[in-house]
T-cell receptor
Framework: QKEVEQNSGPLSVPEGAIASLNCTYS??????FFWYRQYSGKSPELIMS????GDKEDGRFTAQLNKASQYVSLLIRDSQPSDSATYLC????????????FGAGTQVVVTP | GAGVSQSPRYKVAKRGQDVALRCDPI?????LFWYQQALGQGPEFLTY????????KSGLPSDRFFAERPEGSVSTLKIQRTQQEDSAVYLC????????????FGQGTRLTVV
């Protein structure tokens, strides 16, 4: 079992709709959670970080964290074709100095 | 520079050849990370530096892999006697604070071993 699990997709979303991405993690003492966006052939780009239970909103993005369920999600509202990318969930394990454990990513395709 | 800079962007190596990959982090960033990303997978942690100190090298896959950051800025990842399974994108990331993982990634070096 991988430490960080994501559905690989592709997740097809109509333009203007909400894209919902899910991530589960295995290390109960993980403290920091991140969402990265990666366009094909490009490097990961940090879009959201969340550290405490609840919701965190930034523009069209909302991250949700539930540590009891070991679950973190990302919502993308008003999806645009430019949101088509792979979204990587990343977690800092409890015993680390700051390294990230990544999921394999969920590919999102926004269709006009 | 404005971002994390990696060179070369692409490297083709013959099996058995040694390679050196360079990372120039964002100026003033204390933490530096190396990751390996295979096609269709998320990045896998290799090693972490805080300034010049290598605090975690648990992800280095074998003793053929070696990383250094002698002056606490530029870092080099060296792979000796490359094998085909070393083919991947090698990503460098840096962050401002110690252990802070709000890290910014470079464009990566795509290594192909033939």
């Amino acid at each position: 079992q991988k430490e960080v699990e994501q559905n690989s997709g592709p997740l097809s979303v109509p333009e203007g709709a909400i894209a919902s991405l899910n991530c589960t993690y295995s290390d109960r003492v993980s403290q920091s959670f991140f969402w990265y966006r990666q366009y094909s052939g490009k490097s990961p780009e940090l879009i959201m970080s969340i550290y405490s239970n609840g919701d965190k909103e930034d523009g069209r993005f909302t991250a949700q964290l539930n540590k009891a369920s070991q679950y973190v999600s990302l919502l993308i509202r008003d999806s645009q074709p430019s949101d088509s990318a792979t979204y990587l969930c990343a977690v800092t394990p409890g015993d680390s100095w700051g390294k990230l454990q990544f999921g394999a990513g969920t590919q999102v395709v926004v269709t006009p | 520079g404005a971002g994390v800079s990696q060179s070369p962007r692409y490297k083709v190596a013959k099996r058995g050849q040694d390679v050196a990959l360079r990372c120039d982090p964002i100026s003033g960033h204390v933490s530096l990370f190396w990751y390996q990303q295979a096609l269709g997978q998320g990045p896998e942690f290799l090693t972490y530096f805080q300034n010049e100190a290598q605090l975690d090298k648990s992800g280095l896959p074998s003793d053929r892999f070696f990383a250094e950051r002698p002056e606490g800025s530029v870092s080099t990842l060296k792979i000796q006697r490359t094998q085909q399974e070393d083919s991947a994108v090698y990503l460098c990331a840096s962050s401002f604070r110690q252990g802070n993982t709000e890290a910014f990634f470079g464009q990566g070096t795509r290594l192909t071993v033939v």
